[in-house]
T-cell receptor, first 114, second 113 residues
Framework: NAGVTQTPKFQVLKTGQSMTLQCAQD?????MYWYRQDPGMGLRLIYY???????DKGEVPNGYNVSRLNKREFSLRLESAAPSQTSVYFC?????????????FGPGTRLTVL | GNSVTQMEGPVTLSEEAFLTINCTYT??????LFWYVQYPGEGLQLLLK?????DKGSNKGFEATYRKETTSFHLEKGSVQVSDSAVYFC????????????FGAGTQVVVTP
């Protein structure tokens, strides 16, 4: 099993450009999450999807959109990138079954917006 | 709402030293507690967990005991190696949804030879 995979691993954008970060999991998990990690800020939840067909805002959703394409895939879109979105982005998934709610993380996408 | 507070880093240790990272929590009820580890340039990995009070989670020589009396879940390892250099995060389910996790700020550990 590959676990949680993310593409791309690195990306440089200019202000105003758009891009989509891809995430896929092969563990048949119900829930998926997008986080950003910034120095001194820890992990902050952007959006999550508790199950296929549902998405909800997290702590810092402004400037982002998400799509839960199917049970495996959860993408994050930046419509008009801003320098404040320079960060490391992590996707995670969880089985979200009773008593089993730990999350499994991908390797991250390192995004720089110039 | 549920929250965790963990000691600030960086924590710098020599190889074979004893490591403790303090984590205290505020929560409604007795939710599961987690420790995650992030090695340089990688994503977070689940290190260990405890699902109820007095449980001890353990993995890779690390241990943490869920103590409801002191609302703590301190991470310990008896003899650290250089390869244990990483950032460690304490976490618990968010109060508004057990499907979301609330992470601490992370504690960087640096182990020198």
């Amino acid at each position: 099993n590959a676990g949680v995979t993310q593409t791309p691993k690195f990306q440089v954008l200019k202000t105003g450009q758009s891009m989509t970060l891809q995430c896929a999991q092969d563990m048949n998990h119900n829930s998926m999450y997008w986080y950003r990690q910034d120095p001194g800020m820890g992990l902050r939840l952007i959006y999550y999807s508790a199950s296929e067909g549902t998405t909800d805002k997290g702590e810092v959703p402004n400037g982002y959109n998400v799509s839960r394409l199917n049970k495996r895939e959860f993408s994050l879109r930046l419509e008009s990138a801003a320098p404040s979105q320079t960060s490391v982005y992590f996707c995670a998934s969880s089985p979200l079954a009773e008593g089993y709610n730990e999350q499994f993380f991908g390797p991250g996408t390192r995004l720089t917006v110039l | 709402g549920n929250s965790v507070t963990q000691m600030e880093g960086p924590v710098t240790l020599s190889e074979e030293a004893f490591l403790t990272i303090n984590c205290t929590y505020t929560a409604t009820g007795y939710p599961s507690l987690f420790w995650y580890v992030q090695y340089p340039g990688e994503g977070l990995q689940l290190l260990l967990k405890a699902t109820k009070a007095d449980d001890k989670g353990s993995n890779k020589g690390f241990e943490a005991t869920y103590r409801k009396e002191t609302t703590s879940f301190h991470l310990e390892k008896g003899s650290v190696q250089v390869s244990d250099s990483a950032v460690y995060f304490c976490a618990l389910p968010a109060s508004d949804s057990w499907g979301k996790l609330q992470f601490g700020a992370g504690t960087q550990v640096v182990v020198t030879p």
